[in-house]
C-alpha cells in the first residue's frame, strides 16, 4: 500500500510539475517576449532546462523544490501585469460605450451599429440611444458558431418595445493585427470589452461574408425583474471598464463566464459554460428557451444567418422575427 501510495504522490508532482512548466514557456513566449522569435527561443530553453533537472538533480525532491520557487516568482510577476486602455485597437472595438441613467431613461452612448458592405470593408458609425427601463419587455440570445463542436459566441439582445433593441456582447479587445486563438487567451494578451451595438451589426459582422458563422436566435424565458437586473448588471460593468480596465480569458473570463461574474447571479456549476458550444441546450433543460417543442426542432427553427443576410436595414429585428416565427409555424 506504502509502495502504491508512493508512485501515486511522484506521478502527481511529475504532473503537476510538467503542467507549471509548460504554462510558464507560455508565458515566457507571450507576456515576457512577445510572441516572438526569441520568445520560441526562451521557452525553448526554459523547457529543457526544467526537463534536465528534473531528469538529472538528485536529491530528487530539490528540482521539485526549485521549480516550485522558481514558479511562484514569475507567477507573482504575471500577476502584476495590468491591462491597458491605451493600445492601438482594431476599429471594431476602439470605442468603449458608457451607460448614464436619469431615473427610468438609460441612456448608452455611444452604440456601435457598423454596416459591412463588402468583404473585409467596414462602414463605422456610432450614435447615442435612449431605453426606458419600463419598456424593457424581452430578452433574446444570439449564439454565433464557426464550426465548432466545443466552442461558440453568445450576445443577448434586450427588448426594450417601442425604444427598440440593444444587443450587449462581451468581446475580446483586439489590438491590430490579433485574431482568436486560444492558447494566447490564456495568457495577459488581450482585453475585454462589453460591446453595446445594433444587433444588425453584430449579427452581420459574422454572417454576412467569409468566414461566415451559423447564427441562431433564441427568445429567453426570464422574468421581467430578472431581465431588468441583468440589464443594468451589464450597464454597471460597462462603466467599470471605463476606469478598470480587465483581461479577457479564454477560460476564466470570456464571452459566457462573464455573466456568471455578474452581480446578483447565482447560476449553478455546468460544464457547457466552458464548452458554450452546448449552451442553448443546456438553457433548453433548464427551462430558459421555449419546451414546447423538441430541442432540435427548436434549434433549425431558430437558424437566423440566411435570413439575417436578406433582411433589409429599416425593421431589421422585427423583420428577422417575423421570418422565423413563419419558419415556425409552417414547420
Known amino acids: 500500500m506504502d509502495g502504491v501510495l508512493g508512485w501515486a504522490i511522484a506521478v502527481s508532482a511529475v504532473a503537476a510539475a510538467v503542467v507549471a512548466a509548460l504554462w510558464t514557456a507560455g508565458a515566457i513566449y507571450y507576456d515576457a517576449c512577445g510572441g516572438g ?22 536529491p530528487v525532491w530539490q528540482p521539485f523544490a526549485a521549480l516550485a520557487g522558481v514558479e511562484v516568482a514569475i507567477l507573482g510577476w504575471w500577476l502584476r501585469q495590468r491591462p491597458s486602455h491605451d493600445r492601438d ?28 458592405p463588402a468583404p473585409g470593408v467596414v462602414v463605422p458609425r456610432y450614435d447615442t440611444r435612449t431605453y426606458h427601463l419600463s419598456r424593457l419587455v424581452g430578452l433574446d440570445l444570439l449564439v454565433f458558431n464557426w464550426g465548432s463542436r ?18 450587449v456582447s462581451v468581446e475580446v479587445r483586439y489590438r491590430k493585427g490579433q485574431r482568436y486563438a486560444l492558447l494566447p487567451s490564456l495568457y495577459r494578451q488581450q482585453e475585454i ?26 427568445q429567453l424565458v426570464a422574468p421581467p425583474d430578472e431581465v431588468r437586473a441583468v440589464f443594468l448588471a451589464y450597464a454597471d460593468a460597462m462603466n467599470g471598464l471605463l ?58 427553427s431558430a437558424e437566423l444567418t440566411d435570413v439575417a443576410n436578406a433582411a ?19 414547420r
Do not use: K
Not at 522569435?37 to 528534473?54: F, H, P, Q
Not at 476602439?94 to 438609460?106: E, H
Not at 470589452?193 to 461574408?209: F, G, K
Open 37 to 58: 522569435r526569441w520568445g520560441r527561443a526562451s521557452a525553448a530553453v526554459w523547457a529543457i532546462g526544467v526537463a534536465a533537472a528534473l531528469l538529472l538533480w538528485e
Open 89 to 116: 485597437w482594431e476599429p471594431a472595438v476602439a470605442v468603449l460605450p458608457r451607460v448614464t441613467r436619469d431615473g427610468d431613461a438609460v441612456t448608452v452612448h455611444p452604440v456601435r451599429d457598423f454596416d459591412y
Open 150 to 167: 466545443w466552442m461558440c459566441h453568445p450576445a443577448l439582445v434586450f427588448d426594450f418595445g417601442p425604444d427598440g433593441r440593444l444587443c
Open 193 to 218: 470589452i462589453y460591446l453595446a451595438a445594433d444587433e444588425r451589426d453584430v449579427i452581420l459582422r459574422r454572417t454576412l461574408h467569409p468566414p461566415q458563422q451559423a447564427a441562431h436566435l433564441y
Open 243 to 300: 476606469t478598470e480596465p480587465r483581461w479577457y480569458h479564454g477560460v476564466c473570463m470570456n464571452c459566457t463566464t462573464s455573466f456568471y461574474r455578474l452581480p446578483g447571479r447565482r447560476c449553478r456549476p455546468d460544464w457547457r459554460v466552458i464548452a458554450n458550444a452546448h449552451l442553448d441546450r443546456a438553457l433548453y433543460n433548464a427551462g430558459r428557451l421555449d419546451r414546447t417543442v423538441p430541442f432540435e426542432d427548436l434549434r433549425r
Open 312 to 330: 433589409p436595414r429599416d425593421g431589421f429585428g422585427d423583420h428577422v422575427r417575423r421570418e422565423l416565427e413563419r419558419r415556425r409555424r409552417d
